[in-house]
């Protein structure tokens, strides 16, 4: 009887069950999925197994110091001084060279294996001798030609275990995520072609390969064909992120393949399925745009690092400046998927630092240099950063280096495979250092109260797509509406605008751009889609110091492109400008009480670039 007493109440309950499932769940966050959460980032971080990080004086700090640095610990400088980052990250990826992997730090520390070659015992004897400059312009020939001089496969295969094992023991899903992954770094000819590859997956996957060279090979096509074979081989996913167009002579977005080739339809369908974001500012240099290429655009110019290729070899010319800045090649793009039917350039944008001081910094007021060479101290400012070549290249100074900057996530969860998927489906953005939130949705349906709703994101996915998405076949009589917020870094600067960046091509296939103000600070006015006022600015260089009396703190809009012509394809993204505050080298000056030159700059607008949403019309 009992037994039958409790079967009759568990029927009872599947009942009851079945029929709560087929209503309406009376919690209104039933069924929401979609990314509320921002995480900021590194994917582009070298410790000392990097050669030139180990070269350039990074001879202690490997993956073990750069995770405790991205967490938030104290960690023992180059000088012997503690350091530390003033909010920890909540992701990282160690992306050390994959050209000669480990081997310059073995060679260093006595590898027996290693000194017993030939190269190894020369390298090894210049080393002891302090004679670091000679073994990096061997480095150099090397990559260039395409020709190592040491080949050690069993060494690699050890420091790229040992890599992924610092990853595994640090990445705490939900509280701090460790990607696994590195960096390919061909530059023929000097030229810039590098990028960070990044695996979605654990040990499991990763440790069956080694990463792949530019000893392998300096062509990118065969670097996507590396990752085909990895996601075959094992069950896996995995991609790759360019990044310094603005060294790369013109070569990065070029209009023809690596072997001067033109551009094809499976050309740029394999480009877009293994390298779907850039990496658009770093420590090398911001490469959103260019006054060259946007000569209306009083914006353009910032933390521009344009005088030569990679290796300084090559002074930049005016003619290759559209292909290496973002803006122009997502307008390249465009007219591209006209001849060809696809986009080779349809990609989202990310910042990271390209540090190889083993330390993930972007804080304008906390600068430890790109190399250990860039060390805080009252000289740093004035030394070589890069060496040129006489007569034809000057050299870049310290003070020239940017302190940029962080990708931006929306993701689900802090874990590896939220991030990874986030980074492909573009739903991403960089900033140049501060920790803005900002959000972008593309629609037919936005109206100007959304943007004031407290629940803008659940109305951005319902009515639209995000950053990184497409809009198609306009409705008839309708424009693309856009909603848009951001929120300032509370740790950081008030907001002085929102600014919409167009790209179109015209019947005539032709690329245009134009730059929209849609949301500006302090109650200003906006005329045919310019702020009328600046902003103003509260910088005092005596003391390093600004105030957020001017700006806001947060900006949001609901913006209809006035210009929209249904039949022509297009490009949206944001680009978010702080107030302007003290560049790092305003703070030397005050910290170690020294006067630097004129010339060189004290004050910046720090920024955010969305990816872009697009638009395709109608077949």
Excluded: C
Excluded at 72 to 83: A, S
Excluded at 274 to 303: C, I, N, R
Excluded at 383 to 404: C, F, H, N, Q, Y
């Amino acid at each position: 009887m009992k037994r039958a007493f409790l079967t009759t109440i568990s029927v009872i309950a599947l009942m009851a069950s079945s029929a709560f499932a087929q209503d309406k769940a009376y919690s209104p966050y039933v069924g929401r999925d979609f990314p509320n959460s921002v995480y900021f980032g590194d994917t582009h971080l070298h410790t000392n197994i990097s050669l030139d990080a180990y070269g350039d004086g990074n001879r202690n700090l490997g993956p073990k110091e750069a995770y405790r640095f991205a967490k938030g610990q104290e960690t023992k400088g180059h000088d012997g001084k503690l350091v530390r980052i003033s909010r920890p990250l909540d992701f990282l990826m160690v992306a050390d060279h994959a050209e000669y992997l480990g081997i310059v730090p073995g060679i260093a520390n006595g590898d027996k294996g290693l000194r017993a070659t030939k190269t190894g015992a020369a390298w090894g004897k210049l080393m002891d001798e302090d004679k670091w400059g000679e073994v990096f312009g061997e480095f150099i020939i090397d990559v260039t030609s395409n020709k190592p001089r040491i080949k050690s496969p069993k060494f690699t295969k050890t420091v790229w275990d040992d890599i992924i094992a610092a990853a595994e023991k640090n990445n705490e899903p939900g509280k701090f995520t460790a990607l696994i992954g590195y960096e390919y770094s061909p530059f023929p000819d000097g030229d810039n072609l590098h990028r960070v590859v990044v695996f979605r997956d654990d040990a499991d996957k990763t440790g069956q390969v080694v990463p792949f060279s530019a000893f392998d090979s300096n062509n990118p096509e065969d670097l996507w064909a590396y990752l085909a074979a990895y996601e075959m081989k094992t069950g896996g996913q995995v991609l790759a992120i360019p990044h310094n167009a603005n060294l790369s002579n013109g070569r990065l977005f070029a209009l023809q393949t690596f072997e001067g080739n033109p551009l094809t339809r499976e050309y740029a369908k394999t480009r877009m399925r293994w390298e779907p974001l850039y990496e658009v500012t770093q420590m090398k240099g911001d490469s959103e745009t260019h006054p060259v290429v946007s000569p209306k655009d009083p914006f353009a110019d910032f933390e521009s690092w344009d005088r030569a290729n990679l290796a300084m070899l090559k002074e930049s010319a005016p003619e290759v400046k559209p292909f290496e800045y973002a803006r122009p090649a997502l307008k390249n793009g465009l007219a591209q998927a006209a001849a060809i039917g696809v986009n080779p350039f349809k990609f989202g944008m990310i910042g990271s630092t390209d540090s190889h001081t083993s330390y993930s910094s972007s804080e304008e007021d906390n600068y430890l240099g790109k190399y250990a060479l860039g060390t805080p101290s009252p000289d740093r400012w004035k030394k070589i950063m890069a060496e040129g070549v006489p007569g034809r290249v000057t050299d870049v100074l310290e003070w020239e280096t940017s302190m940029s900057g962080l990708a931006a996530v929306w993701a689900t969860e802090n874990t590896r495979e939220a991030i990874w998927d986030a980074m492909k489906r573009k739903e991403v953005y960089a900033t140049t250092g501060p920790r803005m939130t900002v959000r972008m949705f593309g629609g037919w349906d936005f109206e100007a109260a959304d943007a004031f709703r407290n629940d803008l994101p659940a109305i951005g996915y319902k009515k639209g797509v995000p950053m990184g998405g497409d809009l198609t076949a306009a409705p008839k009589g309708k424009a693309p509406s856009f909603l848009v917020s951001a929120m300032r870094d509370p740790d950081g600067a008030n907001l002085d605008r929102i600014q919409m960046v167009k790209g179109w091509l015209d019947a005539k296939d032709a690329v245009h751009e134009r730059v929209y103000d849609v949301a500006v600070s302090d109650g200003r006015k906006i005329f045919k889609g310019k702020a009328i006022k600046k902003v103003g600015t509260t910088v005092d260089l005596k003391s390093a110091t600004y105030t957020n009396s001017i700006g806001d703190t947060y900006l949001s809009a609901t913006w209809s492109d006035p210009d929209f012509d249904p039949a022509l394809s297009a490009f949206y993204y944001l680009r978010v400008i702080e107030i302007p505050t003290p560049r790092w080298t305003a703070y030397d000056e005050v910290r170690f009480k020294i006067k630097m030159p004129k010339e060189v700059t004290r004050v910046l607008q720090e920024r955010a670039y969305t990816s872009p949403i697009w638009y395709t019309p109608k077949g």
